[in-house]
């Protein structure tokens, strides 16, 4: 982890100027694993985790230095992903998702909008949260329903947003609306929208199996925004959606998910190793020792491919490419599966008592729901469709 840069360059006056990233973060994870078992009974938004990522930088993580921010590069953010995953995959996936967004107002908006928004995030006052699936396209990215209209220097946005995490909680939203002028559902923009711009009604109850805690609950967002406000060009979102949310969605989460199987690992390991584990368990046994080497070398093999990737992005490699497009979805689809599959052997080594118990102290309950989530996080399927028309166009199979 680079901690040099975490010397504090943030607009921060609390007890966190000057302390490393990896102090930082360790707090964020501690205060994540305090409250995760009552956020995930009640399906809460871990508010006191998003107050410590607020209070320690890190919801400025990824802004420039310039902005106030961290200026952390993306194996940073991973590094910071996989280790919140450890203490609760949801509070990871709220930093992931929201150094996302702020990735694409670096990149893509215009310097004023950048000029108001990246101080107020690197000093903890700006969660963003992201609004792009929607009722009848689904998770689709590169198309919207629902269209913004231009009313004199201001566009109106009218949006039903199914599945919105911390949307309760955030203090801004990233949209992706159909362009005002759009003559079809591909001319996708992405506009920024304050809390006080908006009406936020809240519609149905967060009650999923995992994921509990990133209360990503359904929301109706109306309000009128100046057109500054929009990120990129109008219509244009698809350059954001493959430049920046695809492939940090795709690092970032399966960061997630590897903490989180990670960290179900190192507590059954550690509990195996205890006195009270060492009495109830055979460490010699075969199928035990078999089991635990399954969990580890998928853990390890999702670890590789995520670096690799990471990697392959830095190279300047373009993006679009098939192979580099294969790669990310590869990542996704793979960590996806390989962490669940990873907390699963897990269980089957442990059994009933230390791994199926809501209170066993192993939590590999929680995170097998958790970790269910993520095929489903923009589906596999949909994936694997891409997936099989980019293999077609690339006759000489380059891999990257
Ligand atoms: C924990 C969690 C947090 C989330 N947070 C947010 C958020 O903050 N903001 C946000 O906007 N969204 C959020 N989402 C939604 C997420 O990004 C996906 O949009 C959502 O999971 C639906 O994915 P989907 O479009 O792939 O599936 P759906 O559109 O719901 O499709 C359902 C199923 O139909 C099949 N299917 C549909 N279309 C195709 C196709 N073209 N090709 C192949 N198969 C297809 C797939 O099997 C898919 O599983 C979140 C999801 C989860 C699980």
Redesign the pocket.
């Known amino acids: 982890m680079n901690t040099a840069q975490a010397a504090g360059h943030g607009t921060l006056g609390g007890s966190f100027q000057g302390q490393s990233l990896t102090e930082r973060v360790g707090y964020v994870a501690g205060v994540a694993a305090e409250h995760a078992p009552r956020h995930d009974r009640e399906a809460t938004f871990p508010v006191e985790a998003l107050a410590a990522l607020r209070e320690t930088g890190l919801l400025g993580l990824t802004v420039p230095i310039d902005h106030g921010g961290l200026g952390a590069t993306v194996s940073d953010l991973l590094d910071v992903c996989i280790e919140l995953g450890r203490a609760d995959m949801s509070v990871a996936?709220i930093l992931g998702?929201h150094c996302q967004q702020v990735a694409a107002l670096v990149g893509h908006a215009a310097p004023q909008l950048r000029d108001e928004l990246l101080p107020r995030i690197a000093a903890g006052r700006l969660y963003l949260?992201?609004?792009?699936?929607e009722a009848g396209k689904?998770?689709?990215l590169l198309t919207a329903e629902s269209q913004a209209h231009t009313d004199n220097s201001h566009l109106v946005i009218d949006r039903f947003?199914p599945?919105?995490?911390g949307g309760a909680h955030a203090d801004g939203f990233l949209i992706t609306v159909r362009a005002p002028d759009a003559s079809s559902p591909n001319q996708v923009s992405l506009v920024y929208a304050d809390r006080e711009q908006l009406t936020i009604e809240q519609s149905g109850d967060w009650q999923p199996m995992g994921?509990r805690a990133?209360h990503?609950a359904a929301l109706q967002l109306t309000g009128r925004v100046p057109a500054h406000q929009v990120v990129g060009e109008h219509g244009q979102f698809s350059r954001i959606a493959g430049e920046v949310f695809g492939p940090l969605a795709h690092l970032a989460w399966s960061a997630a998910w590897l903490g989180t199987a990670a960290g179900a690992l190192a507590r059954v390991v550690a509990m195996l190793r205890s006195p009270a584990g060492r009495r109830r368990f055979d460490l010699g046994s075969e199928l035990l020792l078999g089991r635990l080497s399954a969990a580890r070398q998928k853990i390890d093999t999702v670890h590789a491919l995520l670096r690799h990737t990471e990697q392959a992005l830095r190279c300047g490699t373009e993006l679009s490419a098939p192979r580099i497009q294969l790669l990310l979805n590869a990542l996704k689809i793979t960590a996806s599966e390989q962490c669940h599959a990873a907390v699963d052997d897990l269980i089957q080594a442990v059994g009933l008592r230390d791994g199926y118990l809501k209170d066993s102290a192993t939590r590999l309950e929680l995170a097998l729901r958790d970790l269910r989530?993520a095929p489903?996080?923009?589906?596999n399927?949909?994936l694997h469709?891409a997936d099989g028309r980019l293999a077609l166009l690339d006759a000489e199979v380059r891999l990257a």
Not at 129 to 133: I, N
Not at 376 to 379: A, D, E, G, Q
């Open positions: 996936m998702m949260a992201s609004v792009t699936t689904g998770g689709h947003a599945i919105v995490t994921m990133s990503s989530s489903l996080n923009y589906s399927d949909r469709q």
